[in-house]
């Protein structure tokens, strides 16, 4: 830290982001990416001819993509905000909609950012403790005075409240933005993203990260009434109006051109999901259920930093949290059968030798 930090950054605890190996690594479950590659328009929108148009800025509105969307989700084109991934639009909707002093409530146990940013802007902020089942009780944000902040499904439990959990959220809290944040959505969670048609305060926050196997890309994009998208519209063009670069752009608008693609892989990837569960519970693991790309699973054999050492000595990457409450689990991102074979052979190998 140089003398030259601003005095209100000094104690900031920026976020940890999940391991990206420099060396080729076996199997990588730590990062909730997809195993499986963009689709094939998705690859050939990344042509010559768009890497020379890099000279060029990109579109600050984003047309092309917003119309996309617009047409697949069935809103309006101004019901539309992209941006440079979801953590992006995460940043913007804490700046814009809390701020200094502004009073947030998120689930204590949930996307690590959501704290950071807190903290980044000095809200006032309330982590709202999980039910012991580490699901969240809805009621727990009935009429709030301040913006509310729900991963639907939730990370890294990987739980999901119903669309009338979420609307009776909603419902109780028009004074104030509740952001629900979808990134795991299209691994079977019921969207909230009708009720935007009926609710102003409501912001749906999703990414083509995980279901849409371009989180190197980054692209985020988010849902609400023209209100709130015109406030995201106004800091993005106070910060960086260029946030959607190029190749990402033409990426992004292939991909949802090719989006059964995409939702196949996302029905494989629900269908691993529920063999791996199998298996891990036959090994005594208890697992969560999970409505996400990953599942968090502890085994009553095996603390959880010992197995996570124990895997990534073998070359297999999952994520542990070293937090109270959670830290005998393991939260294990979802890869194709192969990869899952891998892991839970690795898993037999292990707590075969620890016990
Ligand atoms: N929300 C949640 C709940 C996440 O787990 C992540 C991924 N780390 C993000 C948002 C951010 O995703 P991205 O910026 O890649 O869209």
């Known amino acids: 830290m140089s003398k030259y930090l601003v005095e ?7 976020y940890t982001p999940g391991e990206q190996p420099k060396n080729k690594v076996l199997t990588k479950l730590n990062t909730n990416e997809s195993p499986y590659p963009p689709g094939p328009a998705t690859i050939a929108a990344l042509h010559a001819g ?16 917003k119309e996309a969307l617009a047409d697949l989700y069935k809103v309006q084109k101004n019901h539309v905000f992209v941006a440079n ?3 992006d639009i995460l940043n913007f909707a804490f700046m814009a909609f809390a701020g200094e002093g502004g009073k947030v409530y998120f689930p204590e146990i949930s996307y690590g950012f959501y704290e950071v940013f807190a903290d980044l802007y000095g809200c006032d902020f309330v982590k709202v403790p999980l039910q012991a089942d580490f699901s969240i009780n809805p009621t727990d944000y009935v009429c709030k005075d ?5 991963a639907n499904p939730n990370a890294p439990t990987g739980q999901a409240l119903s669309l009338q959990q979420v609307e009776e959220i909603v419902r109780t809290n028009l004074e104030s933005v509740v952001l629900i944040d979808e990134a795991y959505v299209d691994f079977g969670a019921e969207s909230a993203v ?7 305060n409501l912001l749906v926050v ?3 990260s995980k279901s849409r196997s371009m989180a190197g890309a980054r692209l985020g994009f988010a849902m609400a009434q023209t209100g709130l998208i015109s406030d995201l519209e106004k800091i993005k ?8 670069n190029r190749l990402t752009s033409a990426a992004g608008v292939a991909a949802l ?5 995409y939702m196949e892989n996302c029905r494989r990837i629900i269908e691993t999901r529920t063999e791996t569960k199998d298996r891990l519970t036959a090994l005594g693991f208890a697992v969560v259920p999970s409505k996400a790309n990953f599942l968090f699973a502890k085994s009553p054999d095996i603390p959880g930093a010992v197995l996570y050492e124990a895997l990534r000595e073998r070359g297999i990457l999952v994520r542990h949290f070293d937090k109270a409450v959670i830290d005998q689990y393991n939260r294990i991102t979802i890869g194709t059968r192969e990869e899952m074979q891998q892991f839970l052979s690795a898993v037999e190998e292990i707590l075969r030798e620890y016990k």
């Open 85 to 87: 991934g979801s953590d």
């Open 146 to 150: 301040g913006m509310i902040v729900i």
């Open 237 to 244: 063009f106070s910060t960086n109006p260029y946030n959607v």
């Open 50 to 65: 768009q890497a020379a148009d890099l000279r060029l800025y990109s579109d600050p509105d984003s047309a092309a993509l």
């Open 194 to 200: 009708e009720l935007i048609h009926k609710y102003e």
């Open 8 to 14: 209100k950054y000094r104690k900031l605890k920026p």
């Open 206 to 208: 999703q990414t083509f």
């Open 257 to 261: 051109s090719e989006n059964s693609y």
